[in-house]
Nanobody
């Protein structure tokens, strides 16, 4: 069974940091690009970060310089380190996998986790 399981969400004050983790089953991790999206209430799902199998990364301008993404292929795990968090970063964060290169189009990502809530208070 294909699974992506996120953890690490929670409540943090503005300016703080959180690290999200996503553990993937072998079929969804090996060779795939892994990434994170987020969705706030009433908004569309938004691309946050991606990392290819060869560890090339991509980020939208909204998080560049504040978020980093990494992967541990031996542990089938991808991480999202979020620093200098802002209230507008509040959302449910989803881990995702795609056989394509890094891209921000949700329709191109085949597998999704159940999401983890991140709340940033002002």
């Amino acid at each position: 069974q294909v699974q992506l399981v996120e953890s690490g969400g929670g409540l943090v004050q503005a300016g703080g940091s959180l690290r999200l983790s996503c553990v993937a089953s072998g079929r969804t991790f090996s060779g795939n690009t892994m990434g994170w999206f987020r969705q706030a209430p009433g908004k569309e799902r938004e691309f946050v970060a991606g990392i290819t199998w060869s560890t090339s990364t991509c980020f939208p301008e909204s998080v560049k310089g504040r978020f980093t993404i990494s992967r541990d292929n031996a542990k089938n795990t991808v991480y999202l380190q979020m620093n200098s968090l802002k209230p507008e970063d509040t959302a449910v964060y989803y881990c995702a996998a795609t056989p394509y290169n890094c891209n921000g189009y949700a329709k191109n990502w085949n597998y999704w986790g159940q999401g983890t809530q991140v709340t940033v208070s002002s």
